[in-house]
C-alpha cells in the first residue's frame, strides 16, 4: 500500500507541469465560490445594518402595526407610564419640494419630524444643522443637489392646505444608509410643522427615552448595586472589584427596565403596536436580512455551481488527454501485477492531491480578493457609517476547500474507470499514446441521450406554446435535458462547426489555418471536449442575456400599453386612511382644480381625459368609483375594451365579478293627500312630506340602494388612485349627481406632438399650481430598463467566471497537445514551417476551439432564452421585443468578442513553448 502512495506522489510530481492549468481552473471556482459567499454576506451586512441605522438609539421603540398608523392618543399614553422621561412622536406625510423652476419634483418628497431631543432623532445628518424654528427645514444631499440648495439657502416647499412656503434649508440629511428615506427625496421639519406641509400625515413610531433611575424603579437590584459599591471600600481591589459589579448591575437593571416599560407601554396603546427595547428593534430590523440572504446566497451559488460543473468537465478533459498519452506506461502496470482497482486507485489519489493543492491555492484567492474588495469598498464607496466585510468565516473556506477537492475526485472518476480498462497487451504498442475505451455500455448511453433530447424537446415545446401555469419550470427542465443531450453528441456535432468556421481561415492563414482546422478535426473526441467546457459557459450567459432583453422588451411594452394615458395629473395631497371628506370615512382622492384643468385644456398640444370619482358604499364598505369616457383612453390598455362595451347599470371591479348594492345620493318626489308618504322617482326610493287638502307633492333626500354586475378589472386603480370600481359617466351621474369630483387627468400628447414637447406644455399650463403632481408612465418604462439593465451585467459578470474557467481547460487542451505533438512540429519546422507560423497554427487552433463552443453556445442560448421569456410573456412576441432590445445585441457580441479573446489569450503558453521548441530535440522525441 505505501509502495502504491509513494508511485502515485512520485508520479504526480511528473504529471504536475502537465496539471498546472487545470488546477488553476479548481481554484478559480473554488475563489469564486468563497467570493460569492462573501459578497452575499456583505450585501445583508449592509441592509442589516442600514435597517439598524433607522432604529435610533431610543431605549424603547413603538412600532404601528403594518396596516395603518398608530392608534389616536398613543403618545399621551406612553408619556404617562412610570419610568419614561420624554417620548416623540414620528410623524411621516408627502409634500413636493419645487424646482428654481416652480415646478415640483415628479418624485414626491417623505415628510419626516425632526424630534426636539437630540437624544431620540433616528436622522443622520450630512451637513450643516437640524430644523429647530418655524420656517426652517432639511434635505436630503440628492434632493437638495437637484433644486441647486445649499444650507442657508432658501427652498420652496408645498404646503398641506394649498400653496407653497419658503423655507430655510438648515442642513443636508445623509440618507445613503437609510431604508426609510434613501429611496426617494427627504424632508425633515420640526414636529410641530410636519402637518403644515405635509400631506397624509400620519404616526409610524413612538421613540421613548427613560427618565434616570427607572431600573430602580422596575427592581430593586439598582438600589442593592449601589449599597455593594458603598460598602466596597476596604482595598483598591475589593473597591474595582465592586465598581465593576455595580456597572454590570446597572446594565441589567436598565435592560430589565427598558423590557418592562415595553410590555407596559404595548398593552397601555394597544390597537395591535408592537413594542421593543432598543435591542429588539435592532433584532425585528434585521430579520427580513435573514430571508434576504438566503435568497442572495442561492442566487450566488447558482453562478457558482455552473462554474464549478465548467470546472469538472475541464479536469475530466485533461485528465482524460493524460492518460492517454500515458496509455503504455497503465499498461506496463498492469504486466507486473496492477490489477484494475490499484491503478484506479493510483489516478484517484494522483486527483485527491491536486483537488488539495488547487482547492488551497482558491482558499488563498478567494482571501486576497475578499480582503482587496473589502478595503475598496469602505475607501472608496460612500457608505455612509455602514461598514461590510467581503470576508466570510472559516466554516465557508472550509466547506468550500472540501467542495473543491470532492468536485476533483468526481472528475477523475471517468478518467480513472477508463485508465483501468486498458488491457495490458497494450504495454507492446510502441507509441505511447493510445485511446482509452468509454466505460460502460454504449447502448445504453445512445438510448439515454436520445431520451434527454426527446424529453426534452417536448417540455421545451409545452412550456413555451402550451399555456401551463407551469411554463417557466418546464422549459428550465426541457434546457437543461437537451443540452445535456447536445454536450453527449458535442464530439459528433462540434468538429463539422470548426470546419464551417475554418473556411474563412484557409485563404487569410494559408497552409497554418489549413493546418489547423485539419488538426482539430482528426481528434473529434478531444476538440469536442475541450469546446465543450466554453460551450456551456456561453450557453448560460446568452441563455440569460436574451431571456432578459426579451422580458426587458416585452415589459416595456406591457407597460405602456396598460397605462390608459401618458401622463396622469393628480390633485394636491390626500385624506389619510381614517379621515373623512364630507362626512365620508377612508381614503378619499382630492380634486383637481377647475382652472388647472382649463389650462390644461388651453394647449393645443395635449388632449386631456379627466377621471371624476365619488366616495360611496358599497356592500357595507367605503368604496371610490371612478368615470371617464372610454372613448379617450388608450385602447391598448388593459380593461378600456370593456370599458367601452360597458352599460348603463354595469361595472369593473378591482376585487371581483358578481352583484354589488351600492347606497346612493339623489332627491325623490312623492304624492299625497294630506300629511302623505309617497314614493319618489329618481335615484333609489325617496320619500315626501306635504299637508293640505287634496294632493300635494314632496321633496326629500334619497338614500336609495342600485344593484350593479360587476366584471373583473384593473382599470378602476390604473385610472384613479384608491378606486376599486369603474362605471359609465352615466352611471356615476345617477349614483352621485353632483357629488363626483375630478380627481385625476389622464394627458396624452396631440396628434403630431412628441413627449418631450408634451411635457413642456403641462410645466406651463401648471405654472400656476405647483402642488399638483405629475406622473410621466415612460417613468416606470425607465425603471424597469434600469433595473434589467443591471440585472443583464450582473449576470454577464457572474457567467465570466465560467468562461475564464473554460478558457483555463482550452489552454491546458492545447498544452497537453504540445506534448503530444512534439515529433509532428519538429517535422514541420523541418520542412520549412517557421516559428512565428507555428505559432500562429496554435493560435488558430485555439480560437477555432473556443469560437466552435460559443457559436454553438449562442444558438443554443437564443432558443433557451427566447423560448423562457415566451413561457413568461406569452402575449408578447419575443423576436419583436429582442430585435428592439439593442443592449441585448450588444451584450451577445460581446460575449463572442470576449470568447475570441480568450481563445488568443488560451494560446500565449502554449505557442511560447512551441516557438522555443529546438528542431533536433523535437525530432527525437518519442511523442
Known amino acids: 500500500m505505501s509502495s502504491l502512495l509513494a508511485f502515485a506522489v512520485k508520479d504526480f510530481r511528473s504529471q504536475l507541469r502537465q496539471l498546472v492549468l487545470t488546477g488553476a481552473a479548481v481554484a478559480v471556482g473554488v475563489a469564486f465560490l468563497v467570493l460569492s459567499v462573501g459578497g452575499a454576506g456583505a450585501l445583508v451586512q449592509s441592509y442589516e445594518q442600514s435597517a439598524a441605522a433607522d432604529v435610533g438609539t431610543a431605549p424603547v421603540h413603538v412600532v404601528a402595526p403594518e396596516t395603518g398608523g398608530l392608534p389616536a392618543g398613543a403618545a399621551a399614553k406612553a408619556a404617562r407610564l412610570p419610568g419614561v422621561r420624554e417620548v416623540s412622536e414620528r410623524l411621516v406625510g408627502h409634500a413636493n419640494v419645487l424646482l428654481p423652476s416652480g415646478r415640483p419634483l415628479d418624485d ?16 443622520r445628518l450630512d451637513s450643516g444643522d437640524w430644523p429647530r424654528a418655524r420656517g426652517e427645514a432639511v434635505l436630503d444631499t440628492d434632493t437638495a443637489r437637484r433644486v441647486g440648495a445649499a444650507p442657508g439657502d432658501t427652498v420652496r416647499l408645498t404646503k398641506a392646505t394649498g400653496g407653497t412656503a419658503d423655507v430655510r434649508l438648515t442642513g443636508l440629511l445623509d440618507t445613503s444608509a437609510s431604508q426609510a428615506l434613501g429611496s426617494q427625496p427627504a424632508i425633515g421639519v420640526p414636529y410641530a410643522e410636519t402637518r403644515a406641509y405635509a400631506t397624509g400625515v400620519r404616526a409610524t413610531h413612538l421613540d421613548l427615552e427613560l427618565a434616570s433611575g427607572a431600573g430602580a424603579k422596575a427592581s430593586g437590584a439598582g438600589a442593592g448595586s449601589e449599597s455593594a459599591s458603598e460598602s466596597a471600600s476596604a482595598s483598591e481591589s475589593e473597591s474595582a472589584s465592586a465598581s465593576e459589579s455595580a456597572s454590570e ?44 440572504y438566503a435568497v442572495v446566497l442561492t442566487a450566488a451559488l447558482s453562478f457558482v455551481l455552473i462554474a464549478m460543473a465548467v470546472a469538472r468537465m475541464v479536469v475530466t478533459n485533461t485528465f482524460s488527454v493524460v492518460l492517454a498519452q500515458r496509455a503504455r506506461q497503465l499498461a506496463l502496470l498492469r504486466c507486473v501485477g496492477a490489477d484494475r482497482e490499484q491503478v ?88 505511447g499514446t493510445a485511446q482509452l475505451p468509454e466505460p460502460g455500455s454504449r447502448a445504453l448511453r445512445e438510448a439515454v441521450s436520445v431520451l434527454f433530447l426527446v424529453t426534452g424537446a417536448g417540455l421545451l415545446a409545452l412550456g413555451a406554446f402550451g399555456g401551463s401555469p407551469l411554463a417557466l419550470l418546464a422549459v428550465t427542465l426541457g434546457a437543461i435535458l437537451t443540452f ?107 380634486a383637481v382644480p377647475a382652472s388647472a384643468l382649463a389650462a390644461l385644456r388651453e394647449r393645443p398640444e395635449l388632449t386631456t381625459t379627466p377621471v371624476r370619482t365619488a366616495t360611496l358604499t358599497v356592500d357595507g364598505r367605503t368604496t371610490v368609483i371612478a368615470a371617464a369616457d372610454p372613448t379617450r383612453l388608450n385602447p391598448t390598455a388593459e380593461g378600456v375594451s370593456e370599458a367601452r362595451a360597458l352599460k348603463d347599470g354595469e361595472a369593473l371591479s378591482l376585487t371581483g365579478g358578481g352583484t354589488l348594492t351600492v347606497k346612493g345620493k339623489g332627491t325623490g318626489t312623492g304624492t299625497g293627500t294630506g300629511t302623505s308618504t309617497g314614493t319618489g322617482t329618481g335615484t333609489g326610493t325617496g320619500t315626501g312630506t306635504g299637508t293640505g287638502t287634496g294632493t300635494d307633492t314632496g321633496t326629500g333626500t334619497d338614500s336609495g340602494r342600485t344593484t350593479l354586475t360587476a366584471h373583473r378589472s384593473t382599470l378602476p386603480l390604473d385610472l384613479a388612485p384608491g378606486a376599486t370600481l369603474y362605471v359609465t359617466p352615466a352611471t356615476l351621474d345617477r349614483l352621485a ?113 473556443a469560437l466552435s463552443g460559443a457559436v454553438a453556445g449562442t444558438l443554443l442560448g437564443l432558443v433557451y432564452g427566447t423560448l423562457a421569456a415566451r413561457s413568461v410573456l406569452a402575449a408578447v412576441s419575443p423576436l419583436e421585443s429582442l430585435a428592439s432590445s439593442g443592449g441585448t445585441a450588444l451584450t451577445v457580441l460581446g460575449i463572442l468578442a470576449a470568447t475570441l479573446l480568450t481563445g488568443i489569450a488560451a494560446s500565449a503558453l502554449p505557442a511560447r513553448r512551441v516557438r522555443r521548441m529546438v528542431v533536433v530535440d523535437a525530432l527525437r522525441s518519442t511523442s
Not at 109 to 120: G, I, N, Q, R
Not at 839 to 846: K, N
Open 108 to 123: 414626491r418628497a417623505l415628510v419626516t419630524s425632526v424630534a426636539a431631543d437630540p437624544a431620540l432623532r433616528w436622522q
Open 249 to 292: 448591575s446597572a446594565s441589567e437593571s436598565a435592560s430589565a427596565s427598558a423590557s418592562a416599560v415595553a410590555v407596559a407601554a404595548e398593552k397601555a396603546i394597544g390597537g395591535g403596536v408592537a413594542a421593543y427595547t432598543h435591542a429588539g428593534a435592532v433584532d425585528n430590523a434585521k430579520q427580513s436580512g435573514r430571508t434576504m
Open 344 to 431: 484506479r486507485r493510483v489516478i484517484r489519489r494522483q486527483g485527491l492531491l491536486l483537488g488539495l493543492l488547487a482547492s488551497a491555492a482558491g482558499l488563498a484567492a478567494g482571501a486576497g480578493a475578499c480582503l482587496l474588495g473589502t478595503a475598496l469598498l469602505n475607501g472608496l464607496a460612500d457608505l455612509g457609517p455602514i461598514e461590510v466585510s467581503l470576508l466570510p468565516g472559516p466554516l465557508t473556506f472550509l466547506l468550500a476547500g472540501i467542495f473543491g477537492v470532492l468536485l476533483t475526485l468526481w472528475a477523475v472518476r471517468k478518467p480513472a474507470r477508463a485508465a483501468a480498462a486498458v488491457p495490458p497487451v497494450a504495454a507492446l504498442s510502441t507509441s
Open 484 to 590: 445535456f443531450g447536445v454536450l453527449r453528441y458535442a464530439r459528433h456535432l462540434l468538429p463539422p462547426l470548426v470546419g464551417l468556421l475554418g473556411r474563412g481561415l484557409r485563404r487569410p492563414f494559408g497552409t497554418t489555418g489549413r493546418l489547423s482546422v485539419q488538426q482539430l478535426r482528426a481528434n473529434a473526441a478531444r476538440t469536442g471536449a475541450a469546446a465543450s467546457a466554453m460551450l456551456v459557459g456561453v450557453t448560460v450567459a446568452v441563455s440569460a442575456v436574451t431571456a432578459i432583453g426579451v422580458a426587458s422588451g416585452g415589459l416595456e411594452t406591457m407597460l405602456a400599453s396598460r397605462t390608459p394615458g401618458v401622463f396622469t395629473l393628480v390633485g394636491a395631497g390626500d385624506v389619510e386612511a381614517g379621515g373623512t371628506r364630507d362626512g365620508v370615512p377612508g381614503s378619499v382622492p382630492a
Open 737 to 849: 349627481p353632483g357629488a363626483a369630483t375630478v380627481s385625476t387627468v389622464l394627458v396624452d400628447p396631440a396628434a403630431g406632438t412628441d413627449h418631450a414637447t408634451a411635457r413642456a406644455a403641462i410645466d406651463r399650463a401648471l405654472a400656476a399650481h405647483p402642488d399638483l403632481r405629475v406622473t410621466d408612465a415612460t417613468g416606470d418604462v425607465r425603471l424597469v430598463r434600469g433595473m434589467l439593465d443591471r440585472l443583464m451585467l450582473v449576470v454577464t459578470v457572474l457567467l465570466g467566471f465560467s468562461m475564464a474557467i473554460a478558457a483555463l481547460g482550452v489552454a491546458a487542451t492545447l498544452m497537453l497537445t504540445v506534448e503530444e505533438r512534439t515529433r509532428e512540429f519538429g517535422m514541420l519546422r523541418a520542412v520549412g514551417l517557421a516559428g512565428e507560423q507555428l505559432r500562429r497554427m496554435l493560435t488558430l487552433e485555439s480560437v477555432l476551439l
